[in-house]
């Protein structure tokens, strides 16, 4: 089912006939200064799997997987969102999977994009802005 919808999906955007359809309770990434999202941020490994934008990355790829809600059915797969974590550092990473599991405004990061924050993965999660 999901490869004839990407099927007919391309289909349809090579023709141009595909519209923007309203949010419905979701929300679009758009650029924007960090601190509108206040969250904690976990880790994942890829364990050579896809994530739900349907792309293989390593664990060392600069990854986040977001909440059903800015994830937002795929529309958000590629953008780039910028995180400060409570170190400090603020790095920029793709988002390329979803987290249902996560929690209101948190991220869960690869492994490659929580150790660029230089946090022990041992400690299992840290304060994030985005």
Known sequence: M???AFTLLT???????????????????EERSTGSFNGIATYFYQYGNPGAC????SDSAWLVALRPEFYNNGKN?????????????????????ECPGCNKDSVDMSIG????????????IFDITW
Do not use: M, R
């Not at 955007?13 to 990434?29: C, F």
């Not at 349907?54 to 990355?57: I, L, Q, R, V």
């Open 77 to 97: 797969c590629g953008h780039k969102v910028h995180f400060k974590a409570g170190n400090g550092k603020e790095l920029t990473a793709i988002v390329q999977d």
């Open 54 to 57: 349907g792309n293989w990355n």
């Open 113 to 124: 994009f929580w150790n660029a924050f230089g946090y022990p993965s041992d400690d299992g």
């Open 11 to 29: 289909f349809l955007v090579g023709l141009g006939q595909v519209t923007a359809l309203p949010a419905g309770g979701h929300q679009e990434l």
């Open 2 to 4: 999901k490869l004839f």
